[in-house]
């Protein structure tokens, strides 16, 4: 099954199941595949074998026919979505910490897979050295910056966390940002308060694991250096939190190579602008191809492919689409841009529509144009509203059933994460054997 994990798929080939694999080849290859019983039976068989697998290996995770020690596997279980989502895509490393390069970042919140590389690159001192005298100035800063840089940069896990957060900020929200690194209120952040930050997310992983003040850091007395601790240094085994003394792209693009600039907020405003612009441009033209403007199937699969709707939901919202809209004239990266917009300030959205939902009343499109004007400043385009309803109307009406509508929008502005938990073990199994159902009809 092609949505089967590696490691499954490894387990599948194990030698204690061969004579059940070949029996059930056999048996497809003498029907071709084309019989409904028979992808029944090879689900099914394949279930019999990952269920007993799941029970002979592990409870909640299946794992390779290695043998690990207890502490590797409850290590393993304790990862988040972003943690497991950093490690997957981080393509370099350096003294043992993990990176992601400007083009990991951009292909970990647009790509479901990373590209294919045979292992992580080892940076030396001089290599990094290198990047740091590539990193252009804020100054120069651009909403191509991250595309252009591609992997000449590093990206610590802590600031891979602030990078997600900017994507789901609203315009009103940067000021709030900025202050939060802004610790003396002198309206200038300098490197050393850009830093806490890695502080706080070093702290709450720590604590988060359990982790006694003896395993929290390591290396105490370093040679030429005795006395001194290796500060924020942790030996957490994936390599998220081993603090070094080294400079990384966000830093010496704040802060200069000699780290002594300070960020001011118009700066720092900019900056989280033109990454929203070039995510949302990467997803654009990935549809677009060339073109001005995507189709309107187009954009309800970008609104549509963070969530983990059931694949006959999925076609029931594009098949919708496609009966109400006839004749699509395309959205414009204008319209796409400011709708994205709308949906960092989905909160204020929820807020606004609290009334009608006291009322269990749904809202017109009148009353959706109003709501988004006064949470954004933004008007809509009469026609991507019209879009948007004829996606998420469910019964033609004219009138948006706006639960769903922010629920769904909700996966899409933290791009899955939220329900990412939902997408592993047997849900996923369960999940697959579905789509493998569909494709057989």
């Not at 002979?56 to 590797?72: D, F, I, N, S, W």
């Not at 939060?180 to 502080?199: I, S």
């Amino acid at each position: 099954m092609a949505c089967l994990s590696r490691t499954s798929r490894k387990i599948l080939n194990n030698a204690k199941f061969s004579r059940f694999i070949s029996r059930d080849s056999a048996f497809v290859k003498q029907n071709n595949y084309h019989n409904v019983w028979t992808a029944c039976a090879c689900v099914i068989g394949s279930g019999v074998i990952f269920y007993a697998v799941k029970n002979r290996y592990g409870r909640h995770t299946v794992y390779a026919l290695k043998a690990k020690q207890p502490e590797e596997l409850a290590k393993s279980v304790k990862l988040t979505s972003r943690e497991r989502r950093f490690i997957k895509f981080a393509s370099v490393e350096h003294g043992g910490q993990l990176y992601m390069t400007p083009q990991d970042f951009l292909e970990s919140v647009v790509e479901q897979e990373p590209r294919p590389r045979l292992k992580r690159r080892v940076l030396n001192v001089k290599e990094i050295e290198q990047l740091r005298d590539s990193t252009p100035p804020l100054k120069k800063g651009s909403s191509q910056m991250f595309r252009n840089m591609r992997d000449k940069g590093i990206i610590s896990y802590t600031e891979y966390l602030f990078l997600l957060s900017i994507l789901t900020k609203p315009a009103s929200g940067f000021q709030i940002a900025f202050n939060m690194f802004d610790t003396d209120g002198n309206q200038r952040v300098d490197k050393n308060e850009f830093l806490v930050m890695e502080k706080i997310f070093s702290f709450a992983w720590r604590d988060k694991r359990g982790m006694s003040e003896d395993e929290k850091v390591e290396g105490k007395e370093e040679e030429g250096n005795k006395g001194k601790p290796r500060e924020h240094y942790i030996n957490d085994d994936q390599g998220l939190q081993r603090r070094h003394n080294i400079d990384t792209m966000l830093q010496v693009h704040f802060f200069g190579k000699k780290g002594n600039n300070d960020l001011k907020f118009e700066g720092f405003r900019q900056f989280m602008e033109n990454l929203q612009t070039e995510v949302l441009e990467l997803e654009f033209h990935e549809f677009a191809k060339g073109h001005e403007t995507i189709s309107e199937v187009d954009f309800a699969k970008i609104l549509l492919r963070y969530t983990y709707l059931d694949t006959d939901e999925y076609d029931m919202y594009l098949d919708r689409l496609l009966d109400r809209v006839k004749y699509g004239q395309g959205i414009t990266f204008h319209e796409f841009k400011t709708f994205c917009q709308f949906l960092n300030n989905l909160e204020d959205f929820t807020i606004a529509m609290r009334m009608y939902t006291l009322a269990d009343h749904p809202i017109s499109k009148d009353e959706f144009h109003r709501a988004v004007k006064i949470c954004t400043g933004i008007a809509q385009s009469e026609h991507l509203v019209s879009t948007v309803f004829a996606i998420f109307d469910a019964d033609g009406d004219g009138l948006l059933s706006y639960k769903e509508f922010i629920a769904i929008m909700k996966d899409r502005l933290h791009r899955g994460f939220k329900s990412y938990a939902k997408n592993e073990g047997w849900e996923a199994f369960k999940s697959c054997v579905k789509q493998e159902m569909k494709s057989a009809v």
